[in-house]
């Protein structure tokens, strides 16, 4: 388990994380909804996540979904690189039901997202709105923060689907399972890359 803390005048963050574990979770942050999809992520990636964060949710969310994929992205990085003996690419398609979305991942420690969860036939983001009190576009927040902290490629796409709790759920569960195939080991490949170094 590695560990790292993150204080700022709108959150203080503790946050631990064993890349190699076995999909436990012990979260809290005082966002309902954030702590669930937390945990579906956690256990679909067989990652082992401890988090406490204290935000100024009376003002918002943001700050504190933001800043814990900050910190989960630091996490990240420090544990996957340099690069050795892994697959290196990742992908998955997750249904929920009605939803289904599809993630890609390269861990190039080079940080780039992209992120698509559009209605096709208007061309607009399907993530606005609210799940209770929970503002649905800071889903594209934590998921940002998470690739630009931890320098991996991502791509994240909806295939189709309608509810809210639906889509966003796959995305993080297709998130956490393209991202565990992407660390399966495989000491054939040394360093995944022609480079010689990731």
């Not at 700022?8 to 005082?30: C, D, F, N, P, W």
């Not at 208007?122 to 998921?143: A, K, P, Y």
């Not at 923060?145 to 889509?167: C, D, E, F, P």
Request: with cysteine.
């Amino acid at each position: 388990m590695i560990y790292l803390e993150r204080k700022t005048r709108e959150t203080q963050i503790q946050m631990g994380l064993r890349i190699y574990g076995s999909g436990q979770a012990k979260v809290a942050t005082s966002i309902s909804f954030f702590d669930h999809m937390l945990e579906a992520f956690t256990k679909h990636s067989l990652m082992d996540l401890e988090l406490v964060c204290k935000g100024d949710i009376e003002v918002d969310y943001h700050h504190s979904i933001e800043d814990c994929g900050i910190v989960m992205g630091q996490l990240l990085k420090k544990g996957i690189y340099p690069l050795h003996g892994v697959e290196r690419f990742g992908n998955a398609s997750v249904v929920m039901d009605e939803a289904c979305v599809e993630c890609d991942i390269d861990l190039s420690n080079r940080a780039f997202l992209f992120f698509d969860l559009a209605r096709k036939e208007i061309g607009e983001s399907i993530l606005q709105g609210q799940i209770r009190d929970f503002n649905v576009e800071l889903i594209e927040e934590w998921f940002r923060a998470v690739v630009m902290q931890g320098n991996m490629s991502v791509h994240l796409v909806i295939k189709r689907g309608k509810n809210l709790h639906h889509i966003i759920e796959a995305a993080f569960k297709a998130f956490g399972v393209a991202l565990r195939r992407a660390l399966s080991k495989n000491d054939s490949m040394a360093i995944p890359s022609t480079k010689g170094v990731l």
